[in-house]
């Protein structure tokens, strides 16, 4: 089964920065729109961030003006810059590609866990 792979979690203090990686698989990445998803303990996964084949992007209010959305076609991969953190950005962060259907292209990989503490 094609996975995800995210990477780039940890801890981190409020008003710190961390940049979430996520490597797909196949080849049509470059086809997808992106996204990055988060879910904290005990609350629904929760859309943070999209990045379309052209390049536009779109953020959860709660993140605008603190998060960036990038992609990388030739490496499948797509990063998500996390500055300003707070305490409620901690949760595990994952990425997939939304279909039109309401679903996902990708089985879900395993995040990354995002933890912000002082």
């Known amino acids: 089964q094609v996975q995800l792979v995210e990477s780039g979690g940890g801890l981190v203090q409020p008003g710190g920065s961390l940049r979430l990686s996520c490597a797909a698989p196949?080849?049509?990445?470059?086809?997808?729109?992106m996204g990055w998803y988060r879910q904290a303990p005990g609350k629904q996964r929760e859309l943070v961030a999209t990045?379309?084949?052209?390049?536009?992007?779109n953020f959860a209010d709660s993140v605008k003006g603190r998060f960036t959305i990038s992609r990388d076609n030739a490496k499948n991969a797509v990063y998500l810059q996390m500055n300003s953190l707070k305490p409620e950005d901690t949760a595990v962060y994952y990425c997939?590609?939304?279909?039109?259907?309401?679903?996902?292209?990708?089985?879900w990989g395993q995040g990354t866990q995002v933890t912000v503490s002082s």
């Open positions: 997939n590609a939304p279909n039109f259907l309401g679903g996902y292209y990708f089985n």
């Open positions: 990045i379309s084949t052209g390049g536009s992007t």
């Open positions: 196949g080849s049509a990445f470059s086809s997808l729109t």
